[in-house]
């Protein structure tokens, strides 16, 4: 993998970055859209590339309980398995683990856990982890960490952090595919002292790129903004970060600003099954709402997308109410499109020099 | 309306027809796919062009309730509510009433009943429908009747004839706009008579089309069969005949041999919901079960649908198992594509003479 590192704002930790892997090129920064068990929901592959989506995530937890590895080796890796030929990210399963699963044990190298969906027993740990998601084949793979909660004692988090760092070498160490890359997880809860020396030592490893974890785990937005103030200055400038699990346009904007480059979340998704849209700079429409039963215009006028370009609020609200397959489809469509079309405007941004002006009306608007 | 009768087999009763409508042409024989409540379950209307469907169906009973007609005809008719610009056609929501409603009550001039979905009061007979239906604006109309179910005593049958008549008349009575088109239905149970005296009579009415109604309710398939052999030959040779609700590959086949011109069935999308494929001469595929989990081959090779042409066994069948929409997205894809494909291919044979075979080669293989 290459990171090239295109411009960087000079008001603002903001960058402009190409990645390019195997499987072809990222414009940083990215929005990521989430296909945990293979499959971005209610999306087909073609859709998402018309939508201009260039990388995707799978989930490890989640494809090696159903289908199980065997099947997505079998079939030559999760590319081939779900017919997706651009890049994908997995997520190492640990978050998963220590988010599902209710029975688990520690062991010094991974955990031993019950899976949420029959109780069959599992072990992962970083050697297991990069096992699987060598098979999965993805691009970019995460290093095996143990995310922490809100709140955490420093004490819990420190002495999570001591066990990642260890996890995270020994993922380090595992042997993975030619045209994989491996990055590396920062934690330590909302500490800065943890933070910056989880930082500090995995730099000194020397990944691939860099995530940041155990963020928007239901710490205030200020704390968000505040770690991401403590750890990029000391990330390496060379490699791309990468923001796990966040978050709303805002944040997204909010963390871009500090320098980070990559975002992944289950918002756009989500919020479109139950019913709701993403429009103007981050407010939310409640699509479902009865009120919208008579209004005959598009979730959001102006918009370029398959459902705004042909569908009214009441035809969109008429599927929600009585469950049909396309309401939620339509509003997926058009949730991937916000939050890719938004990324897209702020990489435009940051080309033509007026970033913070953008950055401005998103905050003023909200 | 105009129906052309291009076509006319001589060594059976297939034909092959034209019918003109306000939104466009139908190529009959036609299969119909249904979009009960504004929407083919699971697609959206590019997609279904993109099948080659040249009309679909929407369902008066449903539209009533949810979301009303009222949102409807301010939308501006069915049409533009859906985003659908090619023809419609609309059942009268007599075969709901009987189906789906427990509490019902008969009067003179039609039923009084409570929605299966919150219980409240509605009435609907003839005059009812045609006004609702004139708001949906559809292309092809139906009149307004009581479906019998099968079993049936000849005295039950006889006397729903009589009001069915009568509620068909009424039906003729009222007043549509200038684009719609008006089908009677042919009912009478599996009684000759019966059936005789309904073609007969509906006949004589004058409608624009006419329905063949109350088959495929549970009745054996000779029976069916048997009944379209009675009325079609009383049916004049210059409107289309619709066969309502049915059916498999071989039904349609069989009813096309008898001078059936149009069918509509949920077939196709409820199977692929439930994960069930069509192939070959009509056999099915139960794609969820477990002996595909490993099964790297399309649905059925060789088939030009975009689920065949993209996708494995092995990954629908996980998608299905672990409930993601795609699953059944690319199910349904490749199932109304089977029936699409499939009248098609019976339209070519009747023009290329050779339908006979097309129908022996089915009938052999199942």
Redesign the interface.
């Known amino acids: 993998m290459k990171y090239k590192l295109l411009k960087k704002e000079t008001t603002s930790g903001a960058r402009l970055g190409l990645i390019e892997t195997a499987h072809g090129n990222i414009n940083t920064p990215i929005f990521m859209p989430v296909g945990t ?3 971005v ?6 859709e998402l590339k018309n939508l201009g989506a260039e990388i995707i995530l799978g989930n490890t937890y989640h494809l090696n309980l ?2 199980g590895i065997g ?1 997505i080796s ?2 030559g890796g999760l590319h081939k ?3 997706w030929d651009r890049p994908i990210l997995t997520d190492s399963g640990g978050y998963q683990v220590f988010s599902l699963t209710r029975l688990r044990k520690m062991h010094k190298d991974g955990v031993e856990f019950a899976s949420h969906i029959d109780g069959k027993r599992f072990f992962l740990g970083p050697k297991e982890s990069m096992a699987i998601q060598k098979d999965l084949g993805s691009d970019i793979v995460m290093a095996f960490d143990e995310c922490t909660p809100y709140p955490c004692s420093y004490e819990v988090a420190q002495k999570s952090l001591e066990v990642t760092l260890r996890w995270e070498k020994i993922s380090r160490e595992q042997n993975l595919q030619k045209h994989q890359n491996l990055f590396g997880i920062v934690q330590g809860s909302v500490y800065r002292d943890l933070r910056e020396k989880s930082a500090k030592e995995l730099t000194e490893i020397d990944f691939d790129g860099y995530s940041i974890g155990g963020l928007s785990v239901g710490e205030p937005e200020k704390l968000m903004f505040q770690t991401l103030d403590w750890v990029t200055p000391i990330l390496p400038e060379n490699k791309p970060r990468y923001l796990m699990g966040v978050g709303t346009p805002k944040q997204i904007i909010e963390s871009i600003a500090r320098g980070v480059d990559m975002f992944d979340c289950v918002m756009p998704t989500r919020l479109a099954r139950h019913g709701t849209a993403f429009v103007g700079a981050g407010a939310t429409v409640p699509v479902k709402a009865g009120r919208y ?2 209004d ?1 215009t598009p979730i959001e006028p102006g918009c370029q997308c ?1 459902a705004c370009r ?3 609020k ?2 969109i ?3 929600l ?2 469950g ?7 509003l997926t469509t058009h949730n991937l499109y916000y939050f890719l079309n938004l990324i897209k405007q702020i990489r435009e941004s940051i080309k033509g020099g007026y970033f913070l002006e953008l950055r401005e009306k998103f905050n003023a608007e909200i």
């Open positions: 068990r293979g499959s929901k209610a999306m087909n592959p073609e159903r289908p099947i079998n079939a398995f779900m017919g039963s008579n005959f398959y042909n569908f009214t009441a035809y609200r008429h599927l109410n009585v049909e397959i396309l309401g939620m489809r339509l």
